[in-house]
């Protein structure tokens, strides 16, 4: 799995984010296969982009993290939701 990080660059990565939209379970579980996690983040526009983050340490497969310093979310149930559930 090595040789593949390597080949894709991978392994000069310190975080992987992602963003925008659910990721499919099976992209996840591939780069976890090769032992690069892939950490959701949730943010918007209309509010001043990054508003929750899966920290270095405390990543969980499926969730895009809990709110960062200096931001409160009314309500976390729309943070979890993800189609592929």
């Not at 526009?45 to 895009?64: I, Q």
């Not at 709110?67 to 409160?72: A, E, L, Q």
């Amino acid at each position: 799995m090595t040789q593949i990080k390597k080949a894709l660059g991978l392994d000069r990565c310190k975080i992987q984010l992602t963003g925008a939209a659910p990721v499919a379970p099976e992209t996840v579980d591939y780069f976890m296969s090769i032992n690069v996690p892939l950490s959701d983040i949730f943010g918007m526009s209309e509010s001043c982009a990054l508003a929750t983050a899966c920290y270095p340490g405390k990543w969980k497969s499926r969730t895009c993290g809990t709110p960062i310093p200096c931001v409160s979310c009314l309500g976390s149930s729309h943070l979890s939701h993800s189609p592929f559930r």
